[in-house]
């Protein structure tokens, strides 16, 4: 290897040739869409509804005691009898 230099060159060069685009450069549009596209619904219409304290609270504790003390499961397969 007589002229290693150029070799160096020609890596560094093949290199750099992988990170060129093939078009011109967007301002993020292509992942905007992208994203925009993943979402089912982007204007969904919401109804809200207000609860009182107490019944927020009944809620978080039922949910919070369904962990600590579990309902047992049924026997039986979901696929029939």
């Known amino acids: 290897m007589k002229h290693p230099r150029?070799?160096?060159?020609?890596?560094?060069?093949?290199?750099?040739a992988g990170c060129?685009?093939?078009?011109?450069?967007?301002?993020?549009?292509?992942?905007r869409s992208m994203v925009a596209r993943q979402i089912a619904n982007p204007e969904p219409q919401r109804a809200?509804?207000?609860?009182?304290?107490?019944?927020?609270?009944?809620?978080?504790?039922?949910?919070t005691d369904s962990y600590a003390t579990p309902q047992q499961q049924q026997a039986g397969s979901a696929f029939g009898k």
Do not use: E, F, H
């Open 48 to 63: 809200v509804g207000a609860i009182d304290g107490r019944t927020a609270v009944n809620m978080v504790k039922n949910y």
């Open 20 to 31: 060129a685009t093939d078009g011109p450069a967007t301002d993020g549009a292509s992942v």
């Open 6 to 16: 150029i070799l160096i060159l020609a890596a560094l060069l093949g290199a750099l």
